[in-house]
């Protein structure tokens, strides 16, 4: 059974746990690793335009298990995802903790996509993003984004990456650089709440 203790200390070493078909959880540590440097983060002109006509209102932890939930919803050509139920309930407790949380972009009283993931020291763990409106998971990231920097954070872990991620400027390095740069961040003391004092 996934647990929060169990995916603190798969963090804390590299590795993150995708639920198979069948329901039962599997660890992962891919090589090369994504990681989306953050003074390297890269907005597109018309995305930039969408994210100053502030078109979605922007909020942290406002639903936080509702997003995990989204993100694990059906979509088209995604009838499966890896978020199981126990992946839900393991992220929900990491909440409760203060350590994961969702970005998320809200229209007219809807949700309209977002992001979730996990901080801890100065590393974020991005787990899923889902959009039910054309840019609210990348207006979603970079809030995010903005609000690492501000706290200080030396790591976004973006696990794996996508073409959509590479407009941003995610990169890949090989897991022996990952597990370096990842000890010096779980260092660090990085302040998810800076942008709000």
Request: charged share 25%; hydrophobic share 45%.
């Amino acid at each position: 059974m996934l647990t929060a203790d169990l995916l603190l200390t798969g963090y804390q070493i590299g590795i993150f746990p995708m639920a198979d078909l069948d329901g039962s959880i599997g660890w992962y540590a891919p090589d090369p690793r994504a990681v989306l440097p953050l003074d390297q983060f890269h907005v597109p002109k018309t995305l930039a335009k969408t994210v100053r006509r502030g078109v979605f209102e922007v909020e942290v932890n406002r639903d936080f298990e509702g997003t995990v939930r989204a993100c694990a919803a059906p979509a088209p050509g995604r009838e499966v995802t890896w978020i199981s139920e126990d992946v839900v309930h393991a992220y929900s407790e990491l909440h409760r903790m203060g350590l994961a949380h969702s970005v998320e972009c809200w229209r007219d009283g809807d949700f309209a996509g977002g992001l979730y993931g996990v901080a801890l020291g100065g590393a974020f763990f991005g787990e899923s993003m889902v959009s039910r409106q054309r840019d609210a998971s990348k207006v979603a990231l970079v809030a995010l984004v903005e609000r690492l920097r501000a706290g200080g954070f030396a790591m976004l872990d973006t696990q794996m990456t996508t073409p959509h991620l590479e407009r941003f400027g995610v990169t890949e390095i090989p897991r022996a650089v990952f597990e370096r740069d990842l000890e010096a961040a779980l260092r660090v003391r990085g302040d998810w709440w800076a942008l709000d004092r």
